[in-house]
C-alpha cells in the first residue's frame, strides 16, 4: 500500500512539472508572437514539441514485458487511469466535431453528449469491475473463457469472431482519428492533407509501438492536460466577450436567449429569404434534370462541348478556355453518374433553402409527423452512443490497468469527472460561436470578411472546409450564403474570437492530442486482438513473451498504415465514422458482454449467434439506407438514420443469444463458475 502510495506521489510531481512547463512554454511563444515571430513557424513549435514530448514519453516507456505491454502492469492509479481513459475517449469527434454538430444541429447534437455521458454509467455498473476480476488482456479473452464451456475449439470460435468485431469497430473508428490528424496538421504545417496523415502518424506509432499501453497510458495522462487546457481557454474568453462571465456553462445561459433574439431577426430578413429563394430555384434545376435523364445528361454534355469549340473559334482568353474544358472534364461520365451527383448537389441546395432551426428548440419540424421522426433519430442516437461506448475495445481494455477491481470503479468515476470538464463546456462553445458568427461575420462588407475565412478555405480546395459565395451578389454576407464544416468550427475558434495566434496553435495542439490519444489506444487494440487472440491463443501457443510483443508490434504497423491509406481517401465525415463504430459494436459485443455477467444461461452458440445477428442486421440497414454506401433513404424502417442502425442491431443480437441459449445445452460448470467468481466480492 505505501508502494502505491508512494507512485502516486511520484505522478503528481512529474505531471505538475510537466502542467508548468507547458505554461511556460506558452507564454514564451506568446511573448515570441509579440514580437513579430510569423505564424508559420508558431504552428510548426507547436506541431514539434507536443510530437516530440509524446515521443520522449513513448521512449521511456519502452518494454518488451507482455503485462507491461498489453496492460501497463496492472498497477495505474485510479485517477491517472480515468485522466487517460478520459483522453482515449475524448476523441476528434468530441474535441473537433461535437461543438460544430451542434453548431449545425442546435438541439439535436445533444444526443451525443447524452449518449456518450449514460454509455459511461454503463460501463461503470455493468461491464468494467467484472472484466478487471477476470484479470487478462482483452475483450475476446473474456468472451473466449466465458463462453468456451472448458473446449478449445468452442472458445476459439467465439475469440476468432469477436476479434473480427473488435477489428471492424476499431479500425473504422481510428480512421476518423486519422482523418482529424491530416485535417491539423494540414492547416498548422502547410502541407498537403495526405502528407500531414503520414506526418501524424508517426507520432502514433512511436508510443504506442515502442511501450504499448504503458506507454499509451502516461502519453495520454499529459495529452489529457492539453486537451483541456486548449478547449477552456478559447472558451473562457468567449464568455467574458458575450456574457463579461469566464465560466462557460453559466454565460451559455446569458448568451442563448440573445441567440434566439438575432435568429428571430435573421429569420424574418428580406435579403436572407433572398438568398434561400436562389438555393431553391437551384434545387428545383437539379431536380428537374434528374427528372429528364437520359436527355438531360445528353444535352448538357452537347451544350459544354459546344461551349468549348466556341471559345476555341473565338480565340477567347486561356483562363475561359481553360474552365470550359474543366468543366468538361469534371461533367459526369453516364446518365447514372450523373444522377448521383445530381441528387447531391439537389440535396445540398434543398438544405441551404430551408430556414433557421433554431438551436434551443427540440426536433424543430415544419408539422407534427417529421418532428416526432426527428425524436425518435435523437432517442434512437442516445441509445446506439450509450450501448456502443459500453462496448468499445479500447476503453474497456483499461479496466485490466488498474490495480484492483475498487480501483477500476474509482477509475470510472475519474473518467467521467474529466470528460465532464469538457462535455459541459461543448454546448456553451457551440452557442457562443455561434452568436459571435450571427452577430459579427453575418452582415460584414465581401472585401472586409476576416482573414480566417481565407485561411480555412484554401485548407482542402476540392471540399472546402468553409465556403462563403455572394449568391445575390449585394456584396453583404448573408447568414444562408455561408457553408461551415462541422469539423472546422471548433479549430478556427480561436480565429473567430479574435484570439493572439498562439492560442490557435494551442487548440491545434489540443485536437492533435485528443486524435492521437485515441488512435493509439485504437491502434492498440487491434494489434493485440490479433496477437495475443488470434496468433498466441489460436496459431501458437508456445510463442515466448519476446515473440508475442514482436508480432504485436508489427501488426501495429501494417493496420496503422492501412488505416492511415483509408483516411487519406475521405471515406466520410468525422461524426458519420464515429457513430457507424458505435453501431457496430453496440449491435455485435454488447449482447454478449452483458449476457455474460449476467446470465448463467447464456451459452457458446447463443454468444455466437447474438454477435453474428448483430453485427449482420445492423451492417445491412447501414447498407441498404446510406447513400454514402450505396443504399436509398427511402429504405429506412421507421424513418431510422443509418447512423442508429444499432437500435435494430442490438434487439437483434440480444434476441438471438437468449433464444439460441434456449434451444441448445446450457453451459458447463467452467462457465457458471466463472461467472459466479466475477460477481462475487472482492
Given at each position: 500500500m505505501s508502494g502505491q502510495r508512494s507512485f502516486f506521489a511520484r505522478l503528481c510531481r512529474y505531471y505538475l512539472l510537466f502542467t508548468a512547463g507547458f505554461a511556460a512554454f506558452l507564454l514564451a511563444l506568446s511573448v515570441l508572437e509579440q514580437e513579430g515571430m510569423p505564424r508559420a513557424w508558431i504552428g510548426y513549435l507547436f506541431m514539434l514539441v507536443t510530437i516530440t514530448l509524446y515521443a520522449t514519453i513513448g521512449v521511456i516507456s519502452r518494454t518488451s514485458n507482455v503485462t507491461e505491454y498489453y496492460v501497463a502492469g496492472r498497477r495505474v492509479p485510479a485517477m491517472f487511469n480515468g485522466m487517460a481513459t478520459a483522453a482515449d475517449w475524448i476523441s476528434a469527434a468530441s474535441f473537433i466535431s461535437l461543438a460544430g454538430g451542434l453548431y449545425l444541429n442546435g438541439f439535436d447534437g445533444l444526443a451525443f453528449i447524452m449518449g456518450w455521458t449514460g454509455g459511461y454509467c454503463l460501463v461503470a455498473l455493468l461491464i468494467a469491475p467484472y472484466l478487471r476480476k477476470f484479470s487478462q488482456y482483452t475483450i475476446p479473452d473474456f468472451l473466449a473463457a466465458r463462453y468456451g464451456s472448458g473446449t478449445d475449439k468452442r472458445g476459439a470460435s467465439v475469440r476468432v469472431v469477436a476479434v473480427a468485431a473488435t477489428i471492424i469497430v476499431s479500425f473504422t473508428y481510428v480512421v476518423a482519428q486519422i482523418y482529424a490528424v491530416g485535417l491539423i496538421a494540414s492547416r498548422f504545417t502547410g502541407v498537403d492533407f495526405s502528407v500531414g496523415i503520414f506526418l501524424?502518424?508517426?507520432?502514433?506509432?512511436?508510443?504506442?509501438?515502442?511501450?504499448g499501453m504503458r506507454a499509451i497510458t502516461w502519453t495520454q495522462v499529459a495529452q489529457y492536460i492539453i486537451i483541456l487546457v486548449a478547449f477552456l481557454i478559447p472558451a473562457m474568453w468567449l464568455s467574458v466577450k458575450h456574457a463579461d462571465n469566464p465560466v462557460p456553462q453559466i454565460a451559455y445561459g446569458k448568451v442563448l436567449p440573445q441567440l434566439s433574439a438575432r435568429e428571430h431577426v435573421l429569420e424574418t430578413d428580406p435579403k436572407e429569404n433572398e438568398v434561400r429563394a436562389i438555393f431553391r430555384q437551384r434545387a428545383q434545376s437539379y431536380q428537374a434534370r434528374i427528372d429528364g435523364l437520359p436527355a438531360s445528361w445528353e444535352q448538357g454534355h452537347l451544350t459544354a462541348q459546344r461551349q468549348l469549340d466556341s471559345l476555341r473559334q473565338r480565340n477567347a482568353s486561356l483562363f475561359d478556355?481553360?474552365?470550359?474544358?474543366?468543366?468538361?472534364?469534371?461533367?459526369?461520365?453516364?446518365?447514372?453518374?450523373?444522377?448521383?451527383?445530381?441528387?447531391?448537389?439537389?440535396?445540398?441546395n434543398q438544405k441551404r433553402a430551408e430556414p433557421i432551426i433554431p438551436h434551443a428548440q427540440p426536433f424543430p419540424a415544419a408539422d407534427r409527423e417529421q418532428s416526432d421522426i426527428k425524436r425518435n433519430n435523437f432517442l434512437a442516437l442516445v441509445f446506439c452512443m450509450m450501448l456502443g461506448t459500453a462496448a468499445l475495445p479500447h476503453i474497456l481494455m483499461r479496466s485490466y490497468t488498474t490495480p484492483s477491481v475498487h480501483e477500476t470503479r474509482v477509475s470510472v468515476f475519474w473518467t467521467l469527472f474529466f470528460i465532464l470538464l469538457i462535455y459541459l463546456t461543448i454546448p456553451a462553445l457551440a452557442v457562443l460561436v455561434k452568436y459571435d458568427i450571427y452577430s459579427a461575420l453575418v452582415g460584414t462588407q465581401y472585401a472586409n470578411l476576416p482573414t480566417w475565412v481565407s485561411y480555412w478555405a484554401n485548407v482542402d480546395k476540392l471540399s472546402p472546409l468553409i465556403s462563403i459565395v455572394d449568391v445575390n451578389r449585394d456584396g453583404i454576407v448573408q447568414l444562408a450564403e455561408i457553408s461551415i464544416d462541422a469539423d472546422v468550427l471548433v479549430l478556427a475558434t480561436p480565429e473567430i474570437a479574435g484570439l493572439p495566434y498562439v492560442i490557435s496553435g494551442l487548440v491545434a495542439a489540443g485536437g492533435l492530442a485528443a486524435a492521437l490519444s485515441t488512435a493509439d489506444g485504437l491502434l492498440?487494440?487491434?494489434?493485440?486482438?490479433?496477437?495475443?487472440?488470434?496468433?498466441?491463443?489460436?496459431?501458437?501457443?508456445?510463442?515466448?513473451?519476446?515473440?508475442?510483443?514482436?508480432?504485436?508490434?508489427?501488426?501495429?504497423?501494417?493496420?496503422?498504415?492501412?488505416?492511415?491509406?483509408?483516411?487519406?481517401?475521405?471515406p466520410a465525415d468525422i461524426l458519420s465514422l464515429v457513430g457507424v463504430a458505435?453501431?457496430?459494436?453496440?449491435?455485435?459485443?454488447?449482447p454478449p458482454l452483458v449476457l455474460g455477467v449476467f446470465w448463467k444461461r447464456a451459452n457458446h452458440q447463443g454468444a455466437l449467434a447474438g454477435m453474428l445477428a448483430g453485427f449482420g442486421v445492423c451492417l445491412y440497414y447501414m447498407l441498404h439506407t446510406s447513400t454514402m454506401l450505396g443504399g436509398n433513404a427511402s429504405g429506412?424502417?421507421?424513418?431510422?438514420?443509418?447512423?442508429?442502425?444499432?437500435?435494430?442491431?442490438?434487439?437483434?443480437?440480444l434476441a438471438a443469444a437468449v433464444l439460441v441459449s434456449w434451444l441448445t445445452p446450457a453451459p458447463g460448470r467452467r462457465s457458471t463458475g466463472l461467472v459466479e467468481h466475477i460477481r462475487a466480492p472482492e
Amino acid at each position: 500500500m505505501s508502494g502505491q502510495r508512494s507512485f502516486f506521489a511520484r505522478l503528481c510531481r512529474y505531471y505538475l512539472l510537466f502542467t508548468a512547463g507547458f505554461a511556460a512554454f506558452l507564454l514564451a511563444l506568446s511573448v515570441l508572437e509579440q514580437e513579430g515571430m510569423p505564424r508559420a513557424w508558431i504552428g510548426y513549435l507547436f506541431m514539434l514539441v507536443t510530437i516530440t514530448l509524446y515521443a520522449t514519453i513513448g521512449v521511456i516507456s519502452r518494454t518488451s514485458n507482455v503485462t507491461e505491454y498489453y496492460v501497463a502492469g496492472r498497477r495505474v492509479p485510479a485517477m491517472f487511469n480515468g485522466m487517460a481513459t478520459a483522453a482515449d475517449w475524448i476523441s476528434a469527434a468530441s474535441f473537433i466535431s461535437l461543438a460544430g454538430g451542434l453548431y449545425l444541429n442546435g438541439f439535436d447534437g445533444l444526443a451525443f453528449i447524452m449518449g456518450w455521458t449514460g454509455g459511461y454509467c454503463l460501463v461503470a455498473l455493468l461491464i468494467a469491475p467484472y472484466l478487471r476480476k477476470f484479470s487478462q488482456y482483452t475483450i475476446p479473452d473474456f468472451l473466449a473463457a466465458r463462453y468456451g464451456s472448458g473446449t478449445d475449439k468452442r472458445g476459439a470460435s467465439v475469440r476468432v469472431v469477436a476479434v473480427a468485431a473488435t477489428i471492424i469497430v476499431s479500425f473504422t473508428y481510428v480512421v476518423a482519428q486519422i482523418y482529424a490528424v491530416g485535417l491539423i496538421a494540414s492547416r498548422f504545417t502547410g502541407v498537403d492533407f495526405s502528407v500531414g496523415i503520414f506526418l501524424g502518424l508517426a507520432s502514433i506509432l512511436v508510443c504506442s509501438f515502442l511501450g504499448g499501453m504503458r506507454a499509451i497510458t502516461w502519453t495520454q495522462v499529459a495529452q489529457y492536460i492539453i486537451i483541456l487546457v486548449a478547449f477552456l481557454i478559447p472558451a473562457m474568453w468567449l464568455s467574458v466577450k458575450h456574457a463579461d462571465n469566464p465560466v462557460p456553462q453559466i454565460a451559455y445561459g446569458k448568451v442563448l436567449p440573445q441567440l434566439s433574439a438575432r435568429e428571430h431577426v435573421l429569420e424574418t430578413d428580406p435579403k436572407e429569404n433572398e438568398v434561400r429563394a436562389i438555393f431553391r430555384q437551384r434545387a428545383q434545376s437539379y431536380q428537374a434534370r434528374i427528372d429528364g435523364l437520359p436527355a438531360s445528361w445528353e444535352q448538357g454534355h452537347l451544350t459544354a462541348q459546344r461551349q468549348l469549340d466556341s471559345l476555341r473559334q473565338r480565340n477567347a482568353s486561356l483562363f475561359d478556355i481553360r474552365n470550359a474544358e474543366r468543366y468538361l472534364i469534371a461533367y459526369p461520365k453516364s446518365p447514372d453518374e450523373a444522377r448521383v451527383l445530381w441528387q447531391a448537389a439537389q440535396a445540398q441546395n434543398q438544405k441551404r433553402a430551408e430556414p433557421i432551426i433554431p438551436h434551443a428548440q427540440p426536433f424543430p419540424a415544419a408539422d407534427r409527423e417529421q418532428s416526432d421522426i426527428k425524436r425518435n433519430n435523437f432517442l434512437a442516437l442516445v441509445f446506439c452512443m450509450m450501448l456502443g461506448t459500453a462496448a468499445l475495445p479500447h476503453i474497456l481494455m483499461r479496466s485490466y490497468t488498474t490495480p484492483s477491481v475498487h480501483e477500476t470503479r474509482v477509475s470510472v468515476f475519474w473518467t467521467l469527472f474529466f470528460i465532464l470538464l469538457i462535455y459541459l463546456t461543448i454546448p456553451a462553445l457551440a452557442v457562443l460561436v455561434k452568436y459571435d458568427i450571427y452577430s459579427a461575420l453575418v452582415g460584414t462588407q465581401y472585401a472586409n470578411l476576416p482573414t480566417w475565412v481565407s485561411y480555412w478555405a484554401n485548407v482542402d480546395k476540392l471540399s472546402p472546409l468553409i465556403s462563403i459565395v455572394d449568391v445575390n451578389r449585394d456584396g453583404i454576407v448573408q447568414l444562408a450564403e455561408i457553408s461551415i464544416d462541422a469539423d472546422v468550427l471548433v479549430l478556427a475558434t480561436p480565429e473567430i474570437a479574435g484570439l493572439p495566434y498562439v492560442i490557435s496553435g494551442l487548440v491545434a495542439a489540443g485536437g492533435l492530442a485528443a486524435a492521437l490519444s485515441t488512435a493509439d489506444g485504437l491502434l492498440l487494440a487491434i494489434s493485440n486482438a490479433l496477437s495475443h487472440d488470434i496468433y498466441y491463443k489460436v496459431v501458437d501457443p508456445t510463442a515466448s513473451t519476446q515473440k508475442r510483443v514482436t508480432i504485436s508490434k508489427l501488426l501495429l504497423l501494417a493496420v496503422a498504415f492501412i488505416a492511415a491509406y483509408a483516411a487519406s481517401q475521405k471515406p466520410a465525415d468525422i461524426l458519420s465514422l464515429v457513430g457507424v463504430a458505435f453501431s457496430l459494436a453496440a449491435s455485435t459485443l454488447f449482447p454478449p458482454l452483458v449476457l455474460g455477467v449476467f446470465w448463467k444461461r447464456a451459452n457458446h452458440q447463443g454468444a455466437l449467434a447474438g454477435m453474428l445477428a448483430g453485427f449482420g442486421v445492423c451492417l445491412y440497414y447501414m447498407l441498404h439506407t446510406s447513400t454514402m454506401l450505396g443504399g436509398n433513404a427511402s429504405g429506412q424502417w421507421f424513418h431510422i438514420a443509418p447512423i442508429s442502425a444499432g437500435i435494430f442491431g442490438v434487439p437483434a443480437g440480444l434476441a438471438a443469444a437468449v433464444l439460441v441459449s434456449w434451444l441448445t445445452p446450457a453451459p458447463g460448470r467452467r462457465s457458471t463458475g466463472l461467472v459466479e467468481h466475477i460477481r462475487a466480492p472482492e
